[in-house]
C-alpha cells in the first residue's frame, strides 16, 4: 500500500475519516501493534492504495461479523490513536 501524506492529514479510504498516519514517523506505527491475517493483509492491498484508519483495521481484524460491513462511523483522532 501507498503511504499516505504525513503527519494529521492523512485520510482512510475506506470510511472517509480523517487521521493521523505514522507510518512516516520514526518509531513505529499504532498499527503495527495490529495482528492481522496474512488473508487480510492481501485483501486490503489490493482493494486500498493507502493505509486505513485505526478503527477501520480493529474493525476488520475483529472478524467476520464486522468485516462485512461497508464503512465505519467517521474517525476522529482520538479513535486512530
Do not use: H
Not at 485520510?11 to 499504532?30: V, W
Not at 486500498?48 to 472478524?63: D, H, I, K, S
Amino acid at each position: 500500500m501507498d503511504t499516505p501524506p504525513p503527519g494529521d492529514n492523512a485520510r482512510c479510504p475506506r470510511c472517509g475519516g480523517a487521521f493521523r498516519c505514522g507510518a512516516a514517523d520514526a518509531g513505529p506505527c499504532a498499527c503495527g501493534t495490529l495482528e492481522l491475517t496474512p488473508e487480510l493483509r492481501a485483501a486490503l492491498a489490493g482493494r486500498y492504495r493507502t493505509c486505513l484508519c485505526l478503527a477501520c483495521l480493529r474493525e476488520l481484524a475483529a472478524g467476520p461479523p464486522t468485516a462485512a460491513r461497508v464503512s465505519c462511523a467517521p474517525c476522529t483522532p482520538a479513535s486512530s490513536a
